[in-house]
């Protein structure tokens, strides 16, 4: 009977835990480490130098408001960093950046080729970025037309004469600025991802 009481008043304190716990009114009730749901997020493409912007919503115990986003840490509070003078990005396999501009077509068609090999895996990868990016124009194939080839009429076939044996700097070229009614595609593919591709649409050429 005792043990029966106990456990009845444990329940009774518990629940009045609770309830005494939750919000009332405008009292939101108590916040657990609220820098794991309030934290400062350094955005790259925007960058609010007040501190005190967002203070009225902050619950941070850092001083500063909710919405400031500047790194101190950081030349000028920047959040990203500007690289070094004279410098390029480079990837692991040492690309630089593709500098030739949409109308240096003809000179991208003469000059470039490709750092990849004609090899089954390459084309086996081409394949597959293909399927993504170019199948629903161009067709499975190169050949007919996609489903939206279908509807935007004037897709060529990769085996036409006017493209048959278009080099592979013109096709790199192509994806990466587009031409025509196609869009360019360096923003959605790498260089590597590109000549990939390229090497692919080849092997379409030769149907």
């Not at 043990?3 to 444990?10: F, G, I, N, R, V």
């Not at 009429?153 to 587009?178: C, D, Q």
Request: proline residues 6%; hydrophobic residues 35%.
């Amino acid at each position: 009977m005792r043990l029966l009481k106990t456990y009845k008043y444990t329940f009774l304190l518990a629940g009045a835990a609770v309830l005494a716990s939750c919000a009332g009114g405008d009292n939101t009730g108590l916040e657990y480490a609220p820098n794991m749901y309030h934290s400062v997020a350094y955005e790259p493409l925007k960058q609010i130098t007040d501190p005190t912007a967002g203070d009225w919503v902050s619950s941070l115990d850092n001083g500063t408001g909710e919405y400031y986003s500047s790194n101190p840490l950081n030349a000028n509070g920047m959040n990203m960093r500007t690289p070094p003078a004279n410098t390029v990005r480079r990837n692991k396999d040492g690309y630089l950046p593709y500098r030739l501009e949409k109308d240096d077509l003809e000179l991208a068609a003469e000059s470039m080729k490709s750092p990849l090999p004609m090899t089954a895996e390459i084309e086996a990868e081409g394949k597959i970025l293909y399927g993504k990016f170019c199948e629903h124009c161009h067709g499975d194939k190169g050949i007919e037309p996609g489903k939206v080839g279908e509807v935007f009429l004037g897709v060529p076939a990769y085996n036409s004469a006017a493209i048959k044996n278009k080099p592979e700097g013109h096709i790199f070229h192509v994806i990466t600025h587009g031409k025509g009614r196609m869009g360019a595609h360096a923003s959605q593919l790498s260089a590597e991802e590109r000549w990939k591709i390229t090497r692919f649409v080849q092997t379409l050429q030769q149907q």
